[in-house]
């Protein structure tokens, strides 16, 4: 770190800083005219300023004219986006100026930023993705939410639409590897950082990088694909500031539909019967409940209308301002965004809503030193705030819905008080959400950077030379007031008809906790980058250099006397490209990533990650343009090259040493304190490998309106860290150790397609489509030998699904007898679900658990179709977003962080404690036994439900294919409209350049087979905050 | 640029993390100075289990596998009696017996330290070699304990094995027996050769290991390796006959009886003696109230007769807590004993603070002696048995040294050697549980353990296995004022006398041993054993010397007030191989040894299981006629689950290897008769 330092303050000191003399002059000159575009038509709104002082400047008006008074020898800069600037300079007046503007996108080169460095966009070789940085500016919470269906190669989930909780998760290409990390790594401006942080509008450029071609140059970190993400930079002319508001209406649907008190008493009745068991309600109390006569001892009460508001609201502001000139160039920015869940929540003490509030700042200063050295000062960071109920978790909230049954308590009793039930005293979501106080988590993240890029000049022409350090701090500050209510529970009335209820929970006094971490990282990376071209030769060369230190206070593990997780972790690389261009046509690339990481043991630190990629375009030969002038461009390329990954699952910090506890305990007579291992060092550990090689052909056609591009990839990882569960324990080793045993593969395809078509000059069109399918196979997963094949880990997609296969529900109890014995999951009755005896041993166990599906909630195959139209200013875009070769299961899951999913669908799933989904009512929905209803034909074989049971049923509950359900959708992610003003006089007047009106729609409707949730979400039974259909207006003011 | 990232990646430590780590914390400083060598060494006996945790939560079969003792309990507290009714298979082998890992877990640390000592600056040669000595003990007694519990060892030699081979490298095979035997015996040898002996030993060390206690267990695995069930013979053949080694088709155990390891165990027991370090232990005779000998009894002082001692206090006080454990010269190793304190409990009644389950059956206390050293099936008239347990003794009862018997103890329980005063709680025995303080209700009890005494049935509590199935109730680690009675009615304090030993080797039991393999030598044998005294390796002639046989075997019998073994039975080696299994039950009860006796005698499959040695009297029935439930004094099968499913199978001689190691290792044979 030290050692960057210096190295940077050097760069400087060795630098000469010439200043430029700023002469006030009088500006006695006046000049005025009309500028037009190529077609000479007037052009309003072009930004006309003197340069070097861009204070000082105009605009034209509505029709092209403009009027300055300028110094003598001065130069005017005519400027507009998209058309090449044109400068003027001024020895004498003239009022007859005709300045013609040119379109500017045919003259530039689209370049791309592959990663350090930007190429030419003809002579990538490597699998990128440019993302059109205009589709991101629709309103979404987080840049994350974006991408699914909108960018080839990225797969996207979402669990809860709950402020704070609504960031999709997203992979590049599919999970690759069962290790630790799978997440890609998102480089904001060259460092490591996080996608939600970035406003949209702050956005400049963004690629997602996915084959080892690319993203070789960052060795350890490249193995999951790379998003870079570079943000905007002050242009010199005059200033632009550009305000956004944006106010969204978020509408929940698809919420969980339960019974209401009387067809669940009556429900729970039959089910009672089915297992023998008398009625839970008598006849009179069936009465009272269905007359409600008694709102307190036999409610009926819809919790999700109690907690739930039908809609939320949504605000974001957000203003920029960018200009410069010779000396330095600026663009700052600050974001603001306020929402709020859709729960329901009363005035009372200590309650706070729950929202998420969130503000982000920018601001990135680039000095030109001299003309061909620049620094660059840049900040940037957001501070959150996010309020919860005071138990914290709102998890606990939607688990109570799916076993809140409408007659268990009241919201609150006759007399004010709030009610408890059951042998745990529950309290109801109502009183969690009200009556318990507030936790609020703050969390803050500030990073600041400094870079120093100098050119260099002579024979070493386009050679750059730049050396950035940064540092960046996260804070977490939480803190909670929580309070208890005194709850009561009713047992019945007494003679007089007073409720009888008893105190249960002792309301406790208010609370105040907090807690306190940090996390930090310096980073410092050095970087010389070359490309010139010599006649038909572009050559172009980099090497890179970077070091990273991190630290965080949350590493630290009770026991750990040593600090042994609290040492930084840090890393350290060397990498660098070569690539060589023959006349636009044959392009060879070669990378390497020579990384070093302090995981690792002295020796087996640094490993090595070369990849090697080639390039064609037989488009540039004269005869192909001659012969196929359809064809406008044509590439294939091919990559193959390595990456790496370090992190190890558990967050197990150095897993190389053995680690020794000098204050154990002694034994025999020993006075001294004893020392013993309390981690055995797992011997010749070294990087997870990941081989990663891919094809891909780009084609454009018809003067490149239409455009396509396909790619394939395999990507195999060897040497995944997992823990040696085979060692035998004759080994007498302290700790199972990690090694390099795991491998897999995934492969698959990503492409899209875009075609553009204007009709006229005021009418065009852009269709488009992509498509990302990938799909992986775990070689070798580390397990004891196991009976039978199909139980291994091995051969198999990561994530698999195992549970019984279902054989229809049993008709009698003939059948039962006959079947293989299933008595182990408790007494089976007719109208169970009969499961398949796979190893034929008579007993239905663990043993007959077989794959059923590929299972984490990552969808397999995704895709996207959309388009836009252009009316003149008028915009509309339409965009859909699908996920196929998914399945969910409607029961037997044991989510993390939720439990298990079969509450909520399964009625009566805790007896007392399970609420009935409405579809359960209609009898053709289950099994019914004919001596119940008196009829055969409720013994429907293919019931959605098996019988009734009140209370547990294992049988019914394990994971089978009986539950099991296609998760597939088609989601209207967007439709949007947009609307540009400009050219108005009392525009002018207020000096706004334009204005931008926008009215999107999100998550109008899905297609799917799921009905009752989002199927994004099915597998919680709906019991998860929804992803809300949202209505948005946003506008855009250009000043 | 290049020079300067080059230079940063060759010459800059930045990934190293040895900055953060003070020198003590590195694992290779363990061996960089004595004091932390000495830390790493005496932390690696945590993996031992208390060696008194025999009875619950026992770390191997234990007290309650045995066939004296069962108790109505089933849970995994006392997997010993899951073990005897066929409950505990290679899946779900008892966790506290499952000590395989923690034993490997040793081993490895000694192979550490075996490999690393040399490393050590500032150590002696002679601390080095103490240390080794040390290690190899540590080594030795881990094997020792595997041995016990699942035979042939996985003998994995002196490597600290790398941990990211294939699984092919670990697929390794079990050792024989004897190899096993060899192996562990040789650890002990080298520790003999450099550990300190008993009064070389500072006694605030008392709980190491010393020379003694190496040699003692090397005379214990030579005895049992010279037993039927492992050298040859009918049992040998019935629980081993078929299990061989896959490689070489070796036998796991010895198929072929061989005489000469008789004289080996020999030997090796009597390498023990002659250290000269170790004697019996005995409380001098109170002149007040001395212990009444029977007539036939030497007097002469002991060794030579049992003149001058209190046979009582002299067994008892070794186990109660009275007498010092660390000055104990027939303790060649013992450690106190938090288990030996809490199972006593287990024999007191509910009543009186007790879980009250432990009994002792009927087989044990016919085992006792009389007063003056016969058999109860040869009783003389001086001191007649009789088997009629409703003739009471009467009178005002007797007074044996500070032992009371009330008047109305039945007249079976009169007349019987010290040792079973000692160690039986009986029908009609008098508890004085003096520590039980201002409530008389809690002291001075006699306790019946009949169906409607408060030690029976009726006082069982809450849960009603908690209560004593046979009328007798092991007392051997009671003192007589121990009482668990604290709380119970106005007793504000109730003591336990503490600490309680327990003696892991005791000299009586290397008597025994010695004495034992010496009446099975045929003719003359000359074996190599270890020199008592210095550390070569000797020649001596061993054969079966019936004055050495005597003159060691007597000690024992002279400490508990008996007579010494008679001619008859010295010259009859079937005869006095019967007194010396018989001596061996009554000496050593409830210490833990039963449970491998039955089985290395070979005895185990007809007897353990045997309904006829599982009798007591009738605890369903009440002693009084006041609620028409009388018929307690009978002799009856004890009534009880745990003792109608009692089985006895040729493959219970050991512990099934864990299902879980066995998948890991394709080439490790389970035990016969088990499943892998």
């Known amino acids: 770190m030290k050692k960057i330092i210096l190295f940077t303050l050097l760069l400087i000191c060795s630098c000469i800083i010439s200043g430029y003399s700023q002469e006030n002059a009088n500006r006695n000159l006046e000049i005025s005219g009309i500028v037009l575009d190529a077609t000479d038509e007037p052009l309003p709104g072009v930004s006309i300023y003197i340069k070097n002082v861009p204070a000082v400047g105009t605009t034209t008006d509505t029709k092209g004219r403009f009027n300055l008074k300028v110094g003598y020898r001065e130069t005017v800069v005519f400027q507009m986006i998209g058309m090449t600037p044109v400068e003027y300079f001024v020895e004498k007046s003239n009022k007859e100026i005709e300045i013609i503007l040119e379109d500017d996108s045919q003259q530039l080169e689209e370049v791309v930023v592959t990663g350090l460095t930007s190429q030419k966009k003809v002579s990538v070789v490597g699998a990128i993705t440019s993302v059109d940085v205009d589709e991101l500016k629709t309103p979404a919470v987080s840049l994350n939410n974006m991408l699914g269906g909108r960018v080839a190669g990225i797969m996207t989930s979402m669990t809860s639409g709950e402020p704070g909780k609504n960031i999709s998760n997203f992979w590049i290409r599919g999970i690759g590897t069962f290790g630790a990390n799978s997440g890609a790594l998102v480089l904001i401006d060259g460092l490591e950082g996080r996608l939600e942080d970035v406003d949209p509008d702050d956005v400049q450029s963004f690629q997602i990088l996915k084959d080892a071609a690319a993203t070789a140059v960052y060795g350890v970190r490249g193995a999951n694909g790379v998003v870079i993400v570079t943000t905007k930079r002050g242009e010199a002319g005059r200033l632009q500031i550009t305000g956004r508001a944006t106010l969204q209406v978020n509408q929940l649907r698809r919420l969980p539909e339960y019974l209401g008190a009387y067809d669940y008493a009556k429900l729970a009745n039959e089910a009672r019967a089915m297992s023998g ?37 949504q605000q974001r502001y957000y203003m920029s301002a960018k200009g410069g000139g010779d000396l330095a160039n600026y663009y700052v920015s600050v974001g603001a965004q306020q929402e709020y869940a859709a729960y329901k929540q009363e005035e009372s003490k200590f309650k706070k809503p729950v929202a998420y509030n969130k503000l982000t700042y920018r601001a990135n200063i680039d000095m030109n030193l001299t003309p061909k050295t620049k620094l660059y000062f840049g900040v940037d960071g957001n501070l959150t705030n996010h309020t919860l109920p005071g138990s914290e978790n709102t998890n606990t909230l939607w688990s109570a819905v799916r076993q809140l049954t409408p007659v268990m308590f009241p919201l609150k009793y006759a007399d004010g008080t709030l009610p408890t039930y059951g042998t745990y005293d529950l309290s109801s979501p109502y009183t969690t959400l009200n009556y318990t106080g507030y936790t609020r988590n703050s969390d803050s993240r500030n990073m600041i950077t400094l870079s120093l890029t100098q050119q260099v000049g002579g024979f070493l022409e386009g050679l750059t030379l730049s050396a950035q350090v940064m540092a960046d701090y996260e804070t977490y500050f939480s803190e909670y007031r929580r309070l208890w209510p005194n709850m009561y529970r009713a047992t019945g009335r007494d003679a007089k008809g007073i409720l009888i209820k008893s105190l249960r929970i002792t309301e406790s006094q208010l609370s105040y906790g907090s807690s306190n971490n940090m996390w930090r990282k310096y980073y410092g990376e050095a970087k010389a980058n070359w490309n010139r071209s010599f006649g038909r030769h572009d050559l172009g060369a980099l090497l890179y250099y970077y070091m990273e230190d991190a630290q965080d206070t949350r590493w630290r593990r009770d026991g750990d006397n040593l600090g042994i997780n609290s040492i930084p972790a840090r890393r350290q690389n060397v990498s660098g490209r070569l690539s060589y261009g023959y006349n636009n046509t044959y392009f060879i690339d070669g990378n390497f990533g020579y990384t070093g990481s302090s995981q690792f043991e002295k020796g087996k630190r640094y490993g090595f990650f070369p990849s090697l990629a080639l390039g064609w375009v037989p488009t540039s030969y004269k005869w192909m343009q001659d012969n196929l002038p359809v064809l406008s461009f044509l590439k294939f390329r091919g990559s193959y090259g390595l990456a790496g990954n370090d992190q190890i699952a558990g967050a197990a910090r150095f897993p190389y040493l053995t680690l020794i506890d000098n204050r154990a305990g002694s034994y025999w007579s020993y006075r001294g304190s004893g020392i013993t291992e309390i981690q055995i060092g797992a011997d010749n550990l070294k990087w997870e490998v990941s081989k990663k090689a891919n094809i891909g052909v780009e084609a454009n056609f018809f003067n490149d309106n239409l455009r396509f591009v396909v790619d394939l990839f ?95 529900l049993f008709s009698d109890q003939e059948e039962i007898e006959t079947s293989p014995d299933q008595s182990g999951f408790g007494q089976v009755r007719p109208g169970d679900i009969r499961y398949r005896d796979v190893n034929g041993d008579g007993i239905i166990n663990d043993d007959d658990k077989v794959p059923l599906s ?68 209609n009898p053709s929905n289950r099994w019914t036994p004919a001596w119940y209803s008196g009829t055969t034909e409720t013994e429907n074989p293919n019931a959605e439900f098996p019988r009734l049971s009140y209370g547990s049923n294992s049988n019914n509950s394990q994971l089978s294919d009986f539950w099991k359900r296609d998760g597939s959708y088609i989601r209207l992610q967007e439709v949007s409209m947009r609307y540009k003003v400009n050219n108005y006089l009392w525009m002018k007047s207020l000096g706004l350049s334009s204005i931008d009106l926008e009215f999107v729609a999100n998550n109008l409707f899905t297609i799917d087979k799921v009905k009752f949730f989002d199927p994004e979400q099915a597998t919680y039974n709906g019991g998860v905050y929804p992803i809300p259909t949202s209505y948005t207006f946003q506008i855009y003011l250009n000043f | 640029m290049i020079g300067i990232a080059s230079m940063m990646l060759s010459s800059c430590n930045f990934l190293d993390v040895d900055t953060y780590f003070e020198d003590t914390f590195r694992e290779d400083s363990i061996f960089h100075s004595m004091k932390n060598a000495e830390g790493y060494l005496w932390n690696t006996p945590k993996d031992f289990p208390d060696p008194g945790a025999i009875w619950g939560n026992s770390w191997n079969l234990g007290e309650m596998a045995s066939d004296e003792m069962t108790a109505r309990w089933r849970t995994g507290e006392f997997a010993g009696i899951q073990f005897t009714v066929g409950e505990i298979n290679e899946r779900n082998v008892p966790g506290s017996m499952n000590i395989w890992y923690r034993m490997y877990k040793v081993i490895r640390r000694c192979n550490t330290m075996l490999n690393e000592v040399d490393k050590v600056t500032d150590m002696s040669t002679r601390d080095r070699q103490i240390y080794k000595g040390y290690v190899h003990f540590l080594r030795g007694y881990a094997y020792y304990h595997l041995l016990m519990n699942w035979g042939p060892c996985m003998l994995v030699g002196d490597e600290v094995f790398p941990n990211s081979e294939s699984a092919e490298y670990y697929n390794r095979e079990r050792a024989t027996y004897d190899e096993s035997v060899d192996y562990i015996c040789n650890e002990f040898a080298l520790a003999a050769q450099s550990i300190p002996s008993a009064s070389q030993q500072s006694i605030s060390y008392f709980e190491r290991p010393t020379k003694g206690a190496a040699l003692a267990l090397i005379a214990r695995l030579r005895l049992y390796q010279a037993s039927p069930l492992f050298n040859g013979g009918d049992i040998a053949r019935r629980s081993f006959g078929t299990w061989k080694r896959k490689s070489d088709g070796a036998f796991y155990v010895n198929q072929e009886y061989d005489a000469r390891r008789w004289a080996v165990a020999a030997a090796a027991a009597k390498a023990v003696i002659d250290m000269g370090q170790y004697q019996l232990y005995t409380v001098d005779a109170d002149p007040q109230n001395p212990y009444p000998l029977a007539s036939n009894v030497p007097t002469a002082p002991f060794p030579e007769g049992a003149g001058g001692i209190d046979p009582l206090h002299s067994y008892h006080d070794m186990f109660n807590g009275e007498g010092i454990i660390q000055t104990n010269k027939e303790f060649i190793w013992a450690h106190i004993s938090s288990n030996v304190r809490y199972y006593t409990r287990h024999s007191f009644p509910v009543y009186f603070g007790g879980w009250g389950g432990m009994a002792v059956p009927q087989r044990v206390i016919d085992s006792y002696l009389m007063a003056d050293g016969r058999t109860i099936h040869n009783a003389s008239e001086e001191y007649p048995y009789d088997p009629i347990l409703t003739n009471t003794i ?26 079973f005063y000692a160690s039986i709680g009986f029908p009609g025995s008098f508890w004085p549980m003096n520590s039980a303080s201002q409530d008389g209700s809690y002291t001075k009890k006699q306790l019946w353990f009949s169906h409607d005494d408060v030690s029976g049935i009726t006082g069982a509590g809450s849960n009603i296995n908690d209560y004593n199935v046979s009328g007798y109730t092991p007392t051997k680690y009671i003192h007589p004022d121990d009482s668990w009675a604290n709380g119970k009615g106005n007793v504000k304090s109730a ?53 050495e046989m005597a003159k060691y075997f007597n000690q024992i019998r002279y400490r508990a007030g008996l007579p010494g073994v008679s001619d008859v039975e010295l010259t009859n080696r079937g005869l006095f191989q019967e007194v010396i299994m018989n001596e061996r039950q009554i000496e050593l009860f409830n210490e833990g040894y039963r449970v491998f006796d039955t089985r290395r005698w070979g005895i185990f499959l007809e007897e353990d299981a045997n309904s006829s040695n599982w009798r007591g009297l009738n605890i369903e029935r009440d002693r009084t006629n006041n609620n028409n439930n009388e018929g307690f004094f009978e002799i009856v099968t004890i009534n009880t689950q745990n003792i109608r499913d009692r089985i006895a199978t040729p493959r219970m001689v050991f512990l099934p290897l864990p299902h879980n190691e066995l998948l890991k290792v394709p080439a490790m044979d389970q035990n016969p008769g088990w499943d892998r």
């Open chain 1, 277 to 313: 068991d008398p009625d839970l309600y008598t006849k009179l109390e069936l009465d009272v409940i269905q007359s409600r006569l008694d709102p307190e001892l036999y409610p009926d009460i819809n919790w999700i209308d109690e907690i739930m508001k039908k809609s939320s609201m």
């Open chain 1, 714 to 808: 395999r990507d195999q990882r060897d040497n995944i860290f997992m823990p040696r569960v085979t060692l035998p324990d004759f080994l007498g080793l302290v700790t199972t150790p990690q090694s390099n045993v795991g491998s897999m593969h995934s492969f698959g395809s990503d492409g899209n397609v875009s075609y553009f078509h204007a009709l006229n000059k005021d009418i065009d069109f852009t269709v488009r489509a992509n498509y990302t399918f990938s799909q992986n196979i775990i070689d070798y997963f580390e397990e004891n030998k196991l009976p039978y094949e199909y139980m291994s880990v091995s051969g198999k997609p990561y994530g698999i699904i195992r549970g019984y296969i279902s054989e229809g």
């Open chain 1, 854 to 921: 590929y299972g984490n909630q990552v969808p397999r195959l995704m895709y996207g179709v959309g388009g836009d139209i252009r009316w003149k200013k008028l915009t509309l875009a339409i965009l859909f977003k699908g996920a196929a070769k998914v399945e969910y299961y409607r029961a037997g899951m044991n989510i993390a962080n939720f439990g298990l999913n079969a509450p909520g669908w399964i009625p009566f799933y805790n007896g007392e404690l399970g609420n009935v989904i409405k579809l359960a009512n």
């Open chain 2, 394 to 419: 009467g009178g005002s009862g007797k007074v044996l040294g500070t032992y009371i018997l009330r008047s109305d103890v039945p007249k079976m329980y009169s007349n019987r050697e010290a040792r």
């Open chain 2, 495 to 547: 003591f336990i006398t503490e600490p309680k030993p327990f003696p892991i080797i005791r000299y009586a039991e290397i008597l025994l041993e010695y004495v034992e393999a010496l009446n099975n030598v045929e003719g003359s044998e000359i074996v190599e054993t270890i020199e008592p005294i210095g550390n070569d390796t000797i020649t001596v002639t061993i054969t079966r010397d019936v004055t």
